[in-house]
Every structure is written in structure tokens, then in C-alpha cells.
């Protein structure tokens, strides 16, 4: 199966073997790290990268890994993906990463809006969610402009800079989406 799909400004397709310094680049930027996790060696950043290049579906454990590609300049700004949490009630969790000189750009919502929706339509779940860092004011907001609802507060949810963190918990239903059509 080919995952490609488009936005009015991006661009989306799976990740493969070239695109290894994007995704090492990703995963051991300070910046890009400081609500996910430490940031990765650049050796486990490659072993991880070589493990997301497994085929990838709805029934798979590890995520689907897409490239987000501004289409304007051709340039490939960052990763997002989304991967299984339930296969039985069809729920999934989304995620995203962008070099720091593409934030604050307006494509964190655009991108997070087009994976929803092709989510929803494409891979048949019923339940996206994701759990912000408490501290991520952005990624919070991206997720509420993207119809993403509060649900729950996750408790001692994330572990960073040495202690355990809650974390908001935003869900978003099929039938709740506004912009699947």
C-alpha cells in the first residue's frame, strides 16, 4: 500500500531509506526533543529510523511514519505519523515533528487536520488522540483548532527532565470531524 496525500501547502509520503538525516536530524534536535523526550543519540535515532522502514499497516505496532514536504520549496520539513492503540474499537494516536525553522508557520494545524482526515477516510479509525506536554502551549492549541477535544489528564503520563509529568489527553471522533468532506 502507497501512503501519499496532499494539503493546500504540504504534501505527504511515507518515509523510506533517503530520508534518513531528516529523521535523525529530528529526533536529535534539543528543540524539536524538549516535550517528547531527551533528545536521541544520532546512533539510536538511526536505529530507530531503520526500524520504522518495516511495511506498515492498520494491524501494525510500530507507526506510520509520513514526510511532510512543503511543496512551495520542495523542502522536507519534518515527520508525522500515526499508529494503532486499539484495533478492535479503531483507535489511533497522531503525532508530529518539524525542524524549528518551519514552527510557528501555521503547519503544525494544516498538517495535523490533513492526517485526521485521512485517518479517518483512508485507514478506517473511529478515535484519534494525542497527549501533549501540559507545557506545549502550542501543540495544545493545534489540536484544539484541529477539533481536538480535552478528554482526560493522564497522570504521571510522560517522564522528562528527570520527574513524571500529567498529561492533557485530546481526542478527536469520526463522526465529531468537521472537515472530512
Not at 39 to 58: C, D, H, I, N, Y
Not at 83 to 110: C, D, I, N, W
Request: charge should be positive; aromatic fraction near 12%; hydrophobic fraction near 35%.
Amino acid at each position: 500500500m502507497s501512503f501519499f496525500f496532499k494539503s493546500a501547502s504540504l504534501s505527504f509520503r511515507q518515509l523510506k531509506n533517503s530520508d534518513k538525516e531528516l529523521y535523525i536530524s529530528l529526533y536529535t534536535d534539543p528543540i524539536v526533543m524538549q516535550y517528547i523526550a531527551e533528545p536521541l543519540s544520532k546512533t539510536t535515532a538511526a536505529r530507530m529510523f531503520e526500524a520504522q522502514l518495516k511495511p506498515w499497516g492498520v494491524k501494525s505496532t510500530h507507526m506510520l511514519n509520513l514526510v511532510i514536504t512543503e511543496i512551495s520549496s520542495d523542502l522536507d520539513i519534518g515527520v508525522c505519523g500515526v499508529v494503532t492503540r486499539s484495533l478492535l474499537s479503531k483507535q489511533a494516536e497522531v503525532g508530529m515533528v518539524f525542524l524549528p525553522e518551519f514552527h510557528s508557520k501555521g503547519y503544525g494545524t494544516e498538517t495535523l487536520t490533513r492526517l485526521s482526515k485521512y485517518a479517518f477516510k483512508e485507514l478506517g479509525y473511529n478515535k484519534l488522540s494525542g497527549p501533549p506536554f501540559p507545557s506545549n502551549k502550542a501543540s495544545i492549541k493545534i489540536m484544539q483548532k484541529s477539533g481536538y477535544k480535552f478528554e482526560a489528564t493522564l497522570r504521571q503520563n510522560q517522564f522528562l527532565n528527570g520527574k513524571y509529568h500529567d498529561t492533557p489527553f485530546y481526542t478527536l471522533l469520526k463522526d465529531e470531524c468537521t472537515y472530512l468532506d
